[in-house]
């Protein structure tokens, strides 16, 4: 119990709201059949899943300006010295 209170001391507002989310959604999720517990486990899949290809399209995306912005700087005479070392 004492850890229980040195967190919800610790607690933001925010926090309490996405705790408060959370329950609300949890005593939704309780009351649905096993037929729509594997439907909505499908879509949350698929909502995860669509997040990860944002997420790598946009890290692809820098590395290619990194790419581009690397090679003006370091693709030089001057700095291919280096190359050779």
Request: hydrophobic residues 35%; negative net charge.
């Given at each position: 119990?004492?850890?229980?209170?040195?967190?919800?001391?610790?607690?933001?507002?925010?926090?309490?709201?996405?705790?408060?989310r959370e329950s609300f959604v949890?005593?939704?999720?309780?009351?649905?059949?096993?037929?729509?517990?594997?439907?909505?486990?499908?879509?949350?899949?698929?909502?995860?899943?669509?997040?990860?290809?944002?997420?790598?399209?946009?890290?692809?995306?820098?590395?290619?300006?990194?790419?581009?912005?690397?090679?003006?700087?370091?693709?030089?005479p001057r700095d291919a010295e280096?190359?050779n070392l």
């Amino acid at each position: 119990m004492p850890q229980t209170k040195a967190r919800e001391m610790q607690e933001t507002p925010r926090d309490a709201q996405a705790r408060e989310r959370e329950s609300f959604v949890l005593k939704k999720i309780r009351r649905l059949s096993a037929d729509q517990l594997t439907q909505l486990a499908v879509i949350i899949d698929e909502m995860v899943g669509a997040r990860e290809k944002t997420n790598e399209a946009f890290l692809n995306a820098l590395t290619q300006m990194s790419d581009e912005s690397f090679r003006r700087i370091w693709g030089n005479p001057r700095d291919a010295e280096y190359d050779n070392l």
